[in-house]
T-cell receptor, first 112, second 111 residues
Framework: DADVTQTPRNRITKTGKRIMLECSQT?????MYWYRQDPGLGLRLIYY???????NKGEISDGYSVSRQAQAKFSLSLESAIPNQTALYFC???????????FGQGTRLTVV | RKEVEQDPGPFNVPEGATVAFNCTYS??????FFWYRQDCRKEPKLLMS???SGNEDGRFTAQLNRASQYISLLIRDSKLSDSATYLC????????????FGKGTRLSVIA
């Protein structure tokens, strides 16, 4: 089983719908992150959390919200999905600030 | 100036060739450096960390030049399986901020 698991792996949703992407990890890391990836734009940070009580905005947080339900779980919500939120979304974890990040397998989201 | 800049490529090289990628970073206080590999539509995975003294892992060599604020990745004897996007990753400073990812350099190794 993967150390960082994202669900769903693929999702098609309609404009205006609320959708939640979930991430769970078995690595025991405190730090968790949500990124989106678009062709030509690389990975862009949406939100990050350094522990259960800590939530921070990344560079593109507008239109998104997150919840850190436990050390192992970090979910990303799109309150009212729009087509330009169509992207590949990655969850990641890390042990500390100078250590590598481990990624989930990604969620391919299409908003129509 | 972007925090982490990479030549997007693509680099198209024949099997067996040696290819080098450079990456520049803007924050002189950065302390940690990595190269990640990402296959098409897959998650990024750590290829190697980059140490001040430089480090080698088989056909891969990473170097850090703090004075000029760049890191490099050298791949010798390229294989078809090396075809991927290579991401340069930098930590900003004290470790209390997330890693910063470059946009990646695409490599295609051709038979």
């Amino acid at each position: 089983d993967a150390d960082v698991t994202q669900t769903p792996r693929n999702r098609i949703t309609k404009t205006g719908k609320r959708i939640m992407l979930e991430c769970s990890q078995t690595k025991g890391h405190d730090r968790m992150y949500w990124y989106r990836q678009d062709p030509g734009l690389g990975l862009r940070l949406i939100y990050y959390s350094f522990d259960v009580k800590d939530i921070n905005k990344g560079e593109i947080s507008d239109g998104y919200s997150v919840s850190r339900q436990a050390q192992a779980k970090f979910s990303l919500s799109l309150e009212s999905a729009i087509p330009n939120q169509t992207a590949l979304y990655f969850c990641a974890t890390s042990e500390g600030g100078h250590t590598e990040a481990f990624f989930g397998q990604g969620t391919r989201l299409t908003v129509v | 100036r972007k925090e982490v800049e990479q030549d997007p490529g693509p680099f198209n090289v024949p099997e067996g060739a040696t290819v080098a990628f450079n990456c520049t970073y803007s924050n002189s206080a950065s302390q940690s450096f990595f190269w990640y590999r990402q296959d098409c539509r897959k998650e990024p995975k750590l290829l190697m960390s980059v140490y001040s003294s430089g480090n080698e892992d088989g056909r891969f060599t990473a170097q850090l030049n703090r004075a000029s604020q760049y890191i490099s990745l050298l791949i010798r004897d390229s294989k078809l399986s090396d075809s991927a996007t290579y991401l340069c990753v930098v930590n900003r400073n004290s470790g209390n901020t997330p890693l910063v990812f470059g946009k990646g350099t695409r490599l295609s190794v051709i038979a």
